[in-house]
Structure formats: structure tokens, C-alpha cells
């Protein structure tokens, strides 16, 4: 139980951390089945991205004017803090990345694959973590960090060996151009993770959580349509909007943009590295979902792959980094939990 208080300084830790898992199941989920049977989209996938920005940020502004409270109108606190809103810009541009590869990854990788090959950011986030934070892992979790890298990389040969019609291409696909498209989809989730808790916790500290989301999104806004404008799809974006009505389509929309909200609210309360951790135990979970809707044969190296996962997981949270956020008085009315936030 002591452990437990460790990890979740709260009941609403906890819920955030569970939201966090059910969410990006279900986000791997939509957009597998939003695939056609070539296992290509037949929406606009980019579109669908900038809409889910746009409706983070409607969400982001709505619930910081309903709790404002004493605190200024959202235009004039913009303008107050332009500078971070500057700031956002770093991340927004990394997290705009990842979401489009997310889309292209998964129309080459089943869900319980992808997630999979995606925890070989854990190492990358540890070292990010420890120079942005002055945070030492203890040698246990490195141990747990190494453990888990080695699950993803038996996961990798198998989803290989999958793909592959023969041993004359198993190597070709296991450093396919996807395999580097996954590991650059790693390296740009790691650095905006751990960039974006260094902005909540250290400069953005006595900002109010809605408002900082507001510049992330207001940012990836800007990020999403410069990608649209670089693809030639300005144009046509009003005839690529019909295409978006399919039940699937609105669920990654709708769900996406839960998952962004959720996602900052667990970097102000807990830490990148048990984010990490977190999208580990998608894969038990995922593994499950997509057998049973799916057909998606659970292979003996999966089971290896999930079952090093949660040995390291395990390992982790008997030792797990305290990195709660230390708040003087003044600020610690901006880092209530999610439920006191949320609801009165």
C-alpha cells in the first residue's frame, strides 16, 4: 500500500491512469478498423488530425473559462504569457509528428504490434528524463528499462517474420521503412512527453492546466495546417469533410481528443516515465481486443514479448520515480487533481 501512495498520490491518479490505458487501446482500435480491406484510409487522415486539434482546443478553452474564477479573460491571458505559448510550440510541432505516423504505422502493423514496437522509447524517455529533471534511476529500473526494450525487439522479429513470405525478406522487413517510420514516431513521443511535463512542472508551474492546454493546441493547430498546405490539401479540405462521416472516423476524432486532455492532466500529476509504463499495459489489453474483433493471432513471441512487459513493469513499480510536482501556496490552486478541476 505504501508503494501504491508512491505511484498514485491520489484515487484521481489512479483514474487518470487508467483513463490514459483504456483510451489509447481504443484510439489503436478505431483506427485499425477504420481501415478498408486493402488496408488503406479512404478518409483524410491529417484532416482528421487538425479537427481532433481543433476539438482539443475547444474543450481546453471551454473549461478554463468555466473555472476562471478570479483569473484573467482568456485572450488577456494569452497575451500575459505569450512566451510559453511560444514555448508550446516545441512539443506541439513533435506531438503533430507523432499523430500523422501514428495513422501510417498502423496501416502496416496490427494494433498489438505497433504498440509493442512503440515502447522502444522507454530508454530515450529515462535519459530525457533524467537531464531535464535531475532525476537518477536506481539500477533496478534501468534493469526494468532493459527488460522491457528486449520485449519490443522479440516483438519486432515476429511481426517481421509475419509479414515476410519467406526467409529471404525477413530482414528487409524487419528494417523496413516502417520500422524506421515507428522508431522516429519513438524519438518524436519521447522528446514532446518529457519536453511538455518540463513546461508543466518547471516555467508553465502557475499556469493554469486549461490554459496551457490551449497553446499546446492552439500551436498543433497551426503545425497540422501547415502540414495540410505542404500535402496540397487546403483545397479540398470542405470535399475531404464528407469523407469523415463514417462512425469509426468520428470515434478517432472524439477519442483523440479525450486522450490529449487526459494526457496532460497525467503529466501534471504523475511523470512521463510511468506514461511509459502505462502504454506498456496497453498491450495486454490490446492483445486481447484485437484477437477477439480482429482474428489477430496471439503468437508465442507475443506472449514472450507481453509477458517481459509486465515483468518489468512489475520491477518498476516496486521502485518507482517520485517526480510529484513541488508547488509553493501560490500555485496550488492550478494543480488540483482532475476531479476537483473538473467538478465543483
Avoid at 44 to 72: D, G
Avoid at 223 to 247: A, H, P
Avoid at 281 to 291: F, G, N, R
Wanted: hydrophobic fraction near 50%.
Amino acid at each position: 500500500m505504501k508503494d501504491w501512495h508512491k505511484l498514485f498520490p491520489n484515487k484521481e491518479a489512479f483514474i487518470v491512469f487508467a483513463l490514459y490505458i483504456i483510451l489509447f487501446v481504443f484510439q489503436g482500435v478505431f483506427i485499425t478498423a477504420s481501415k478498408t480491406e486493402n488496408g488503406v484510409y479512404d478518409y483524410n487522415t491529417t484532416l482528421v488530425v487538425f479537427l481532433s486539434e481543433l476539438l482539443k482546443l475547444v474543450i481546453s478553452a471551454t473549461l478554463y473559462t468555466l473555472k476562471r474564477e478570479n483569473k484573467p479573460h482568456l485572450f488577456k491571458a494569452i497575451a500575459r504569457d505569450y512566451n510559453l505559448l511560444l514555448l508550446y510550440f516545441i512539443p506541439s510541432l513533435l506531438y503533430c509528428f507523432y499523430n500523422n505516423l501514428a495513422f501510417i504505422n498502423l496501416s502496416h502493423y496490427d494494433p498489438t504490434s505497433y504498440y509493442i514496437l512503440l515502447q522502444f522509447r522507454v530508454v530515450l524517455t529515462a535519459i530525457l528524463f533524467q537531464f531535464l529533471f535531475q532525476k537518477r534511476l536506481a539500477f533496478v529500473q534501468w534493469i526494468s528499462l532493459g527488460i522491457l526494450t528486449v520485449g519490443c525487439m522479440i516483438k519486432n522479429f515476429d511481426a517481421a517474420s509475419v509479414k515476410s513470405k519467406g526467409d529471404t525478406d525477413l530482414w528487409s522487413q524487419i528494417f523496413s521503412i516502417y520500422f524506421l517510420s515507428i522508431n522516429f514516431q519513438n524519438f518524436c513521443s519521447c522528446l514532446a512527453g518529457t519536453y511538455n511535463e518540463y513546461l508543466l512542472k518547471t516555467k508553465g508551474s502557475n499556469v493554469d492546466i486549461f490554459l496551457q492546454n490551449v497553446f499546446m493546441y492552439m500551436d498543433s493547430l497551426i503545425c497540422n495546417f501547415f502540414i495540410l498546405m505542404c500535402k496540397g490539401e487546403v483545397s479540398t479540405i470542405f470535399q475531404d469533410l464528407q469523407s469523415l462521416g463514417d462512425i469509426f472516423v468520428i470515434l478517432i476524432t472524439v477519442n483523440s481528443a479525450i486522450v490529449g486532455i487526459v494526457t496532460s492532466f497525467f503529466l501534471k500529476n504523475l511523470n512521463s516515465i510511468l506514461k511509459t509504463y502505462a502504454s506498456a499495459l496497453e498491450l495486454i489489453i490490446t492483445a486481447v481486443v484485437c484477437y477477439i474483433l480482429f482474428k489477430i493471432v496471439i503468437t508465442a513471441y507475443t506472449i514472450i514479448s507481453i509477458c517481459l512487459v509486465v515483468i518489468s513493469v512489475a520491477m518498476y513499480f516496486r521502485n518507482p520515480v517520485n517526480n510529484v510536482n513541488v508547488a509553493t501556496e501560490k500555485d496550488t490552486r492550478d494543480l488540483k487533481p482532475l476531479l476537483d478541476v473538473v467538478v465543483d
